[in-house]
Each structure stands twice: as structure tokens, then as C-alpha cells.
């Protein structure tokens, strides 16, 4: 996997141990297997683990989707389901096992298995319970706790973890997080200092504290690759998630939703000149893989989309050029030409292929409303009529605009002022109930519980709050006119969302140079405890320590950067991505990030996760028992 190596920590070993993982459990089942799943989501995941000539070596011999119309292989001896601990899932799951013995039930060689990625939970067993099931399957746990996503980049692939922890106060995913780290040390050795702030950053410290603990016996020590970890709970930084990102590889993910690095896009757009016009299937879907093996993406993904056109123009003009070449060539030039020609195809190819999915991007960009969208964003982000209702989100609500849409803007405006004014709340709520319906209360009240839409006894000194963060962390460009701003040669993190610097990745450079000695008073006003500890490691091991009180104040800082691993709890966006990939790529910074999450969110997909809908799933599914329901609620996720 080109994707995973080329930095000074390889991540393709982390592959390798997710590979094992997988390997072991299919290795005690024994006979012919064929895969299913319920989720498109666990399959895209479980790509950049296995491929199908792996699967063959563990005797797979077919796969197939559980939907409507499913049907389970009668030949082979076992058929294995691959399913995340979610009951929608697997009561699609459930209900094909009971229809295949009842319609087969001459048929006994067919050995059931259902395995749980990454872990089993006790809620789940107690659905297929209830269901009849249990007696036909058995059950195992694979534990990959973390997927490579690229070589700087590792996901839990939870996009609902921020839920979870933050309001259902489940902490499965905040121990998966803790087990994870443990992994990340068996391979590249324990991480010396340990960074954090917030209750979700405290809780996974503490899990991974216990964990040592409990294998330190078994410890094989090694030298140490990683110098930190920061732990950044979600909660610490709302703002971030909610203005929207315009990185192309950010307004990729916010237009069609990137999964595992894996896109979904309109295929039309896709087919050769000759035939766009001949075929018009709008259903059409293209699926496409998008990761730092591909040159010309790796290139484009991280820039602002104003860089875009100019990037792509001036690789079609140097392909171009490189072809003409073979026109008035000699033999020699022919040949050498020849020899390259594969490679010139495949830098074609890959450019057709950028600049179509960049020409989508530009038709959101395009819309009618869509700048219209961001200035509004970045007039809050400026603290501009925070204390009055929008009439921009007004007018969508009368146009009956996406609720989600409109969520996150009413979420940005409390954010950005430190809860709202209650007239105003009450205002957007009322407007809200009687445009959407009655049903979105409770995601209001969802919203209100995890911080994103609430008032906080609004005063002038709420406002002055936010004022002295943006301040003194230089979250915005205007107000720091020492700083030229340029988004297609950015010198600094604002070009990310035009205007705005992360407060998450601000946080990750503080700590890094000059120290957050230098931010005690901010760190005092985010939410939740702060981590700062140093894991025991043996003398003979430890890396010599510099001057000051940063993480980045450590030997050889500029000829030979610290490695800091940033573990953002509750989901990370793209354009935070981006931003601590130009961290690491500045010359000036000693510090090189790779990058851990629960999963990779958006505003739409974060506040989607907390829409009442979104747990619709959990109350149908035991409309017939309430009773198991109320008591199994507040911990989803615990382990039998």
C-alpha cells in the first residue's frame, strides 16, 4: 500500500496488524465462507484492510450485500456476516438467518457466524435474543480499532462517537480510542508525554492508564518513534465543525461524503466525450478511491478550491506538452519517449479524472446561495448581529430549507457568542416547530445538551469570552492584518475555511511552540479537564529532553522534527486535516502530526448523528419490549 509509507512513521504496520486481527478469526472457522454485510460503510472499511485475493487465501469464495432481496449461498459451509455493533444492521441480519431456516430447513450443514467490528456489545446479543437467533449463530469479536486511511491518517471509522460519549453518555467508543492507543504502542513504542484537554480526552487517558497497567508484565519495550499525544476532545472546539470547509478534498466530503476514503459521484460525468451525450442514466454511480497514492490528488487535496483550476490548467499544459514532444522527435527521443508513455496515460487519466470531480465541486460552489452561505459564516466567525435572529437563516426556514442545513447555522451563530440570547433561541426554536414539525423538539434539546444550541445567561462578558480566544489563539484573519492572506499560497491555517484558523489545530501548534505554558488563561476558559503526564519509560529508552516548555522544545526540533499524534475524540474535519498537514509541511514548524479520530464528520454529518431520526433505529427496534429499551439505554455499547 504506496499510500501508507513515506513518513517517518509507518503506518502500513498498523495495516498488518488489522490484517492479523481479521486473519485469526477466520482462521478458526473451518470449511468454504462466503461474507455478508448490511452496511456499505463496514465493507468500505474493511477495503483498506483485505482484498479478494486475501479473502481467497482464507477460503472465501463469494460475498453479497444483506438487503430486501438478499439471499443466503446454499453451497458453502459457513456464511460469515461482518457487522458494527448497530441493531438496524443486524436485525436485517437476524431476520435473513430466520428466513433462510425456515425456507431450508431440510438444509443443516450451513453454519452461521456473526462478527463484530470492532467489539460485541451486550445490547445487540439481547436483540438477537429476543429475535430467536441465538441458537443458530456464533458469535466473534474482531478488534480493529483503527483503519489507515492514508500515511498520516487513522479513523476508528465512527462517525457517531461524538453522540455516544457526548449524549448518550456511552463510553464504548472512548475505551475502543484508549485500546487503540495501546496498539499504536505495541508497534511504535509508549508515548512519553501525553497532552489534553476535555472530559473525553481525560476519560481516554484514564482507560489507557488502567490498560497499561494491566499488560505491563507482558510489556516488550521499544524505543520510543512518537514523542506525544494530544488528546483534543470535540466538545473543546464546536466551532470548527461547523462553517463550511472549502478544501477540495473538505467541500468533497461535504457535497458527496467521503467513507473510508471511498466517494460516491455521479457516473455520467465520468464516461468518455462520445458517449455523454448518448447515455443519460442520472443513477449512475461511479465509486472512486481517493488517497495520497495518486499523485495529482495528493496535490490538490489540502488547497484551498480557489487553487484549484490553476493547479489542474497548468498539469493538463505540462501532459500536453510532454506529448507533443514525440512529434518532431528522432529514434532516441522515440524510444525514451515509449518509455514513459504508460506513465504519461496514467497522469491523463488521473487528470480527467480531478477535473471532473472538480467541475462538481464547482456546481455546489456555483449554486445560488452557496457564497451567500458562507458570508454569513464568516460574519458570525466575526462576531458581526450575533445578537439578533439571522434573516438569511430565516429566509431558509420560510423556504423550508434543509433542517439540517439550518440547524447548522443557528449552532454556528450560538457557538461563536457563547450561547444566545433567549429571545432569540426562543425565536429559532418556534420557527423551527411550526416550519419543520413538532418531531425535531427533541433534537433541539439534543442540540442543547451537548452544547450547540443553548443560551448561557447572555451578557456583554459571553461575547468577550470568545474575543479573548479568538484573540490571543489567532483563530481569525481579520484583526491580524501582520499576516498576508493568500488563499491559493497560504502562510498560515486561515486559507482552510477562508478566513478562519482551527482553534483544534491551533491548540496542537501552541503546544507544540512556544508551549501552552503561554495559554494557561485560555485553556482555563475551554471546557473539561486538561492532561498533561508523563508515561514511565525506561531510562536506557527515554529521548533526551531541551530547554522550554513545549512538546516541540525537544532535541533537533528543526533537523529532526518531533512525531506528535493528534487523537481528536467525537470526529475531525477534513480542513482540520489540511490545516495540520500544512503544520507539518512549514519549514519553520518542529513538528510532524499524524493524525487519530473516532471518524471523519462535517457539520451535516456531526448534527445528522444527533438528530432524533438518527436514533429512531434503537426505538423501533424495541417497540415491543420498552421495558429492555429504558434499562439498556444509557450504555449502549457495554460489553457482555
Same mark, same amino acid.
Given at each position: 500500500m504506496s499510500h501508507l509509507v513515506g513518513r517517518r512513521l509507518n503506518l502500513q504496520h498498523m495495516r498488518e496488524v488489522a490484517r492479523r486481527e481479521f486473519s485469526d478469526v477466520f482462521s478458526q472457522i473451518q470449511g468454504s465462507k462466503a461474507i455478508g454485510w448490511a452496511?456499505? &460503510?463496514?465493507?468500505? /472499511? !474493511?477495503?483498506?484492510?483485505?482484498?479478494?485475493?486475501?479473502?481467497?487465501? !482464507?477460503?472465501?469464495?463469494? #460475498?453479497?450485500?444483506?438487503?430486501?432481496?438478499?439471499?443466503? +449461498?446454499?453451497?458453502?459451509?459457513?456464511?460469515?456476516?461482518? &457487522?458494527?455493533? @448497530?441493531?438496524?444492521?443486524?436485525?436485517?441480519? &437476524?431476520?435473513?438467518? !430466520?428466513?433462510?431456516?425456515?425456507?431450508?430447513?431440510?438444509?443443516?450443514?450451513?453454519?452461521?457466524?456473526? #462478527?463484530?467490528?470492532?467489539?460485541?456489545?451486550?445490547?445487540?446479543?439481547?436483540?438477537? *435474543?429476543? #429475535? /430467536?437467533?441465538?441458537?443458530?449463530?456464533?458469535?466473534?469479536?474482531?478488534?480493529?480499532? !483503527?483503519? +489507515?486511511? @492514508?500515511?498520516?491518517?487513522?479513523? #476508528? *471509522?465512527?462517525p457517531a462517537a461524538f453522540r455516544e460519549f457526548a449524549l448518550d453518555h456511552d463510553h464504548s467508543s472512548l475505551f475502543v480510542a484508549a485500546r487503540a492507543l495501546i496498539t499504536i504502542q505495541s508497534i511504535h513504542g509508549t508515548i512519553q508525554h501525553v497532552y489534553g484537554k476535555g472530559e473525553a480526552a481525560q476519560t481516554v487517558f484514564d482507560y489507557m492508564t488502567k490498560m497499561r497497567k494491566e499488560i505491563q508484565a507482558d510489556r516488550n519495550e521499544i524505543t520510543p518513534q512518537i514523542d506525544n499525544l494530544l488528546l483534543i476532545d470535540r466538545s473543546v472546539d464546536l466551532i470548527s465543525l461547523l462553517p463550511t470547509q472549502l478544501t477540495f478534498e473538505g467541500l468533497i466530503d461535504e457535497r458527496f461524503g467521503l467513507k473510508s476514503t471511498t466517494v460516491r459521484l455521479p457516473g455520467a460525468k465520468f464516461r468518455p466525450p462520445d458517449e455523454k451525450q448518448q447515455i443519460n442514466d442520472v443513477s449512475e454511480v461511479k465509486k472512486l478511491i481517493l488517497n495520497s497514492s495518486e499523485e495529482l490528488f495528493a496535490q490538490l487535496r489540502d488547497k484551498n478550491f480557489t487553487g484549484v483550476g490553476g493547479i489542474l490548467s497548468r498539469k493538463a499544459k505540462a501532459i500536453t506538452a510532454e506529448f507533443d514532444e514525440r512529434l518532431n522527435a528522432n529514434v532516441q527521443e522515440l524510444k525514451k519517449f515509449t518509455s514513459k508513455l504508460n506513465t504519461l496515460q496514467a497522469s491523463k487519466a488521473s487528470l480527467a479524472k480531478q477535473t471532473a470531480?472538480?467541475?462538481?465541486?464547482?456546481?455546489?460552489?456555483?449554486q445560488d446561495d452557496f457564497m451567500?452561505?458562507?458570508?454569513?459564516?464568516?460574519?458570525?466567525?466575526?462576531?458581526?448581529?450575533?445578537?439578533?435572529?439571522? +434573516?438569511?437563516?430565516?429566509?431558509?426556514?420560510?423556504?423550508?430549507?434543509?433542517?439540517?442545513?439550518v440547524l447548522r447555522l443557528m449552532c454556528l451563530q450560538c457557538v461563536m457568542s457563547n450561547g444566545l440570547k433567549q429571545k432569540v433561541l426562543d425565536s429559532y426554536r418556534r420557527d423551527i416547530i411550526q416550519t419543520y414539525g413538532y418531531q425535531y423538539f427533541p433534537t433541539l434539546l439534543n442540540l442543547e445538551k451537548v452544547g450547540l444550541l443553548s443560551t448561557a445567561g447572555w451578557t456583554s462578558s459571553t461575547t468577550r469570552t470568545m474575543e479573548k480566544i479568538k484573540g490571543t489563539m489567532k483563530l481569525m484573519l481579520f484583526g491580524n492584518s501582520d499576516v498576508p492572506f493568500d488563499d491559493?499560497?497560504?502562510?498560515?491555517?486561515?486559507?482552510?475555511? /477562508?478566513?478562519? &484558523?482551527?482553534?483544534?489545530?491551533?491548540?496542537?501548534?501552541?503546544?507544540?511552540? +512556544?508551549?501552552?505554558?503561554?495559554?494557561?488563561?485560555?485553556?482555563?476558559?475551554?471546557?473539561?479537564?486538561?492532561?498533561d503526564a508523563v508515561q514511565d519509560i525506561p531510562t536506557v529508552l527515554r529521548r533526551k529532553r531541551g530547554g522550554g516548555g513545549g512538546a516541540g522544545s525537544y532535541y533537533g526540533a528543526h533537523d529532526n522534527p518531533q512525531i506528535t499524534v493528534v487523537f481528536f475524540l467525537g470526529g475531525v474535519t477534513y480542513a482540520e486535516i489540511s490545516a495540520l498537514r500544512f503544520l507539518t509541511n512549514s519549514e519553520d514548524h518542529p513538528t510532524e502530526y499524524i493524525i487519530a479520530t473516532t471518524g471523519i464528520v462535517n457539520g451535516t454529518s456531526l448534527l445528522t448523528s444527533l438528530d432524533d431520526d438518527f436514533k429512531q433505529r434503537y426505538i423501533h427496534n424495541f417497540r415491543e419490549n420498552p421495558d429492555t429499551l429504558t434499562i439498556s439505554a444509557p450504555r449502549l455499547g457495554r460489553d457482555v
Amino acid at each position: 500500500m504506496s499510500h501508507l509509507v513515506g513518513r517517518r512513521l509507518n503506518l502500513q504496520h498498523m495495516r498488518e496488524v488489522a490484517r492479523r486481527e481479521f486473519s485469526d478469526v477466520f482462521s478458526q472457522i473451518q470449511g468454504s465462507k462466503a461474507i455478508g454485510w448490511a452496511d456499505n &460503510a463496514i465493507l468500505d /472499511s !474493511l477495503n483498506l484492510i483485505v482484498d479478494w485475493p486475501f479473502l481467497q487465501e !482464507l477460503d472465501v469464495v463469494r #460475498m453479497f450485500h444483506v438487503d430486501a432481496e438478499a439471499a443466503v +449461498p446454499e453451497t458453502e459451509n459457513n456464511v460469515i456476516f461482518i &457487522a458494527p455493533p @448497530d441493531l438496524q444492521k443486524l436485525t436485517a441480519i &437476524a431476520d435473513l438467518i !430466520l428466513l433462510t431456516k425456515e425456507q431450508r430447513n431440510a438444509c443443516q450443514h450451513t453454519k452461521f457466524h456473526i #462478527m463484530f467490528v470492532p467489539r460485541q456489545c451486550f445490547l445487540c446479543k439481547l436483540k438477537l *435474543e429476543d #429475535m /430467536s437467533v441465538m441458537q443458530y449463530v456464533q458469535f466473534w469479536e474482531c478488534p480493529i480499532e !483503527l483503519f +489507515p486511511l @492514508d500515511n498520516d491518517l487513522l479513523s #476508528m *471509522e465512527n462517525p457517531a462517537a461524538f453522540r455516544e460519549f457526548a449524549l448518550d453518555h456511552d463510553h464504548s467508543s472512548l475505551f475502543v480510542a484508549a485500546r487503540a492507543l495501546i496498539t499504536i504502542q505495541s508497534i511504535h513504542g509508549t508515548i512519553q508525554h501525553v497532552y489534553g484537554k476535555g472530559e473525553a480526552a481525560q476519560t481516554v487517558f484514564d482507560y489507557m492508564t488502567k490498560m497499561r497497567k494491566e499488560i505491563q508484565a507482558d510489556r516488550n519495550e521499544i524505543t520510543p518513534q512518537i514523542d506525544n499525544l494530544l488528546l483534543i476532545d470535540r466538545s473543546v472546539d464546536l466551532i470548527s465543525l461547523l462553517p463550511t470547509q472549502l478544501t477540495f478534498e473538505g467541500l468533497i466530503d461535504e457535497r458527496f461524503g467521503l467513507k473510508s476514503t471511498t466517494v460516491r459521484l455521479p457516473g455520467a460525468k465520468f464516461r468518455p466525450p462520445d458517449e455523454k451525450q448518448q447515455i443519460n442514466d442520472v443513477s449512475e454511480v461511479k465509486k472512486l478511491i481517493l488517497n495520497s497514492s495518486e499523485e495529482l490528488f495528493a496535490q490538490l487535496r489540502d488547497k484551498n478550491f480557489t487553487g484549484v483550476g490553476g493547479i489542474l490548467s497548468r498539469k493538463a499544459k505540462a501532459i500536453t506538452a510532454e506529448f507533443d514532444e514525440r512529434l518532431n522527435a528522432n529514434v532516441q527521443e522515440l524510444k525514451k519517449f515509449t518509455s514513459k508513455l504508460n506513465t504519461l496515460q496514467a497522469s491523463k487519466a488521473s487528470l480527467a479524472k480531478q477535473t471532473a470531480i472538480a467541475e462538481l465541486v464547482k456546481e455546489l460552489i456555483d449554486q445560488d446561495d452557496f457564497m451567500d452561505k458562507v458570508r454569513v459564516e464568516q460574519a458570525f466567525m466575526e462576531e458581526i448581529d450575533l445578537d439578533k435572529p439571522n +434573516p438569511f437563516i430565516e429566509d431558509c426556514i420560510n423556504r423550508r430549507e434543509d433542517v439540517i442545513r439550518v440547524l447548522r447555522l443557528m449552532c454556528l451563530q450560538c457557538v461563536m457568542s457563547n450561547g444566545l440570547k433567549q429571545k432569540v433561541l426562543d425565536s429559532y426554536r418556534r420557527d423551527i416547530i411550526q416550519t419543520y414539525g413538532y418531531q425535531y423538539f427533541p433534537t433541539l434539546l439534543n442540540l442543547e445538551k451537548v452544547g450547540l444550541l443553548s443560551t448561557a445567561g447572555w451578557t456583554s462578558s459571553t461575547t468577550r469570552t470568545m474575543e479573548k480566544i479568538k484573540g490571543t489563539m489567532k483563530l481569525m484573519l481579520f484583526g491580524n492584518s501582520d499576516v498576508p492572506f493568500d488563499d491559493q499560497n497560504p502562510t498560515d491555517l486561515y486559507y482552510v475555511f /477562508s478566513g478562519y &484558523a482551527p482553534l483544534s489545530v491551533r491548540l496542537a501548534q501552541y503546544l507544540a511552540t +512556544p508551549g501552552w505554558r503561554g495559554i494557561e488563561t485560555i485553556l482555563k476558559v475551554l471546557p473539561g479537564p486538561r492532561v498533561d503526564a508523563v508515561q514511565d519509560i525506561p531510562t536506557v529508552l527515554r529521548r533526551k529532553r531541551g530547554g522550554g516548555g513545549g512538546a516541540g522544545s525537544y532535541y533537533g526540533a528543526h533537523d529532526n522534527p518531533q512525531i506528535t499524534v493528534v487523537f481528536f475524540l467525537g470526529g475531525v474535519t477534513y480542513a482540520e486535516i489540511s490545516a495540520l498537514r500544512f503544520l507539518t509541511n512549514s519549514e519553520d514548524h518542529p513538528t510532524e502530526y499524524i493524525i487519530a479520530t473516532t471518524g471523519i464528520v462535517n457539520g451535516t454529518s456531526l448534527l445528522t448523528s444527533l438528530d432524533d431520526d438518527f436514533k429512531q433505529r434503537y426505538i423501533h427496534n424495541f417497540r415491543e419490549n420498552p421495558d429492555t429499551l429504558t434499562i439498556s439505554a444509557p450504555r449502549l455499547g457495554r460489553d457482555v
